[in-house]
C-alpha cells in the first residue's frame, strides 16, 4: 500500500465520504505528516513548522466526529498553505489564516458533506472564522449533536443550565449566576469562590442540593 492509499484509508474512518477525494487532493498538492491522536482536552488539532524539515506536521484529534474532524483538517491545512504562500512570521490566525481558510472550505459547504443543521451555522461562522471553532457557541452545539457518544453522555453545555442551579465541573461542584459574554460567573460550593467559566464547557447538572 502506497502513503496515499495509507492516508486515503486514514480519512475514511474519519472523514464524511464525500469529502475524502478533496482532503486527500490538499495532501497530494501540499505532502505533510499526517497522524491521528488521542483525545486532548487543550487543543482539537495541531499544526507544526519546523525550520529543518521539509515536511511539516499536522494531527488531529481520533475522537471527533467526522465534521468536527473535517473542519480542523482544514483549519489545519489552512495554516500549512498559509505560511507556504505568506511565510513563517505570518500571525497564526490572522487575515491571512482566514482568507485562506475560507477559500479551503467554499468547496465543502454544501448539503452532499454537510447536514443542513451543521451547514447553517457553519458557513455563518466562516465569515469571520475564529482561532478554533469551539469558540463558536451555536456551531459547537450543533456539531455536538454527533459526537459518538452524545446519547450516552450525562453532560450539557453550561449555557443550557439555568442561572442558580448547581453543577458538576472536573470533580468540583459550582453554582451558576450570571453570563458576562462568552464567559458565566460560577460559585464553588462550599467555598464560595466565585470563577469564570466558558458557556461551552460541558458540565454535569446537579440538583439544588448538590448531591
Given at each position: 500500500m502506497n502513503p496515499t492509499e495509507k492516508l486515503q484509508l486514514i480519512l475514511s474512518k474519519h472523514l464524511p465520504e464525500k469529502s475524502i477525494p478533496y482532503c486527500l487532493d490538499l495532501w497530494v498538492k501540499n505532502g505533510f505528516n499526517f497522524t491521528v491522536t488521542p483525545a486532548r482536552k487543550t487543543k482539537l488539532g495541531d499544526f507544526r513548522w519546523r525550520r529543518d524539515s521539509k515536511r511539516q506536521t499536522i494531527t488531529i484529534n481520533g475522537t471527533l466526529n467526522p465534521y468536527q474532524f473535517l473542519i480542523t483538517y482544514?483549519?489545519?491545512?489552512?495554516?500549512?498553505?498559509?505560511?507556504?504562500?505568506?511565510?513563517?512570521?505570518?500571525?497564526?490566525?490572522?487575515?491571512?489564516?482566514?482568507?485562506?481558510?475560507?477559500?479551503?472550505?467554499?468547496?465543502?459547504?454544501?448539503?452532499?458533506?454537510?447536514?443542513?443543521?451543521?451547514?447553517?451555522?457553519?458557513?455563518?461562522?466562516?465569515?469571520?472564522?475564529?482561532?478554533?471553532?469551539a469558540g463558536d457557541l451555536f456551531l459547537t452545539k450543533e456539531l455536538s449533536k454527533y459526537d459518538l457518544n452524545h446519547h450516552v453522555s450525562e453532560e450539557v453545555f453550561l449555557a443550557d443550565l439555568k442561572p442558580g442551579l448547581w453543577f458538576e465541573l472536573q470533580g468540583r461542584k459550582f453554582q451558576k449566576k450570571e453570563t458576562r459574554r462568552t464567559r458565566v460567573l460560577c460559585e464553588e460550593i462550599p467555598s464560595g469562590k466565585k470563577f469564570l467559566i466558558s458557556q461551552l464547557a460541558k458540565i454535569k447538572p446537579l440538583e439544588s442540593s448538590g448531591l
Open positions: 482544514i483549519h489545519e491545512v489552512a495554516h500549512l498553505h498559509t505560511y507556504l504562500h505568506f511565510g513563517i512570521e505570518t500571525a497564526p490566525h490572522g487575515k491571512e489564516w482566514k482568507s485562506t481558510f475560507q477559500q479551503l472550505m467554499i468547496p465543502l459547504l454544501k448539503p452532499e458533506i454537510f447536514p443542513k443543521d451543521i451547514l447553517i451555522p457553519l458557513s455563518r461562522h466562516m465569515r469571520n472564522p475564529k482561532a478554533s471553532s
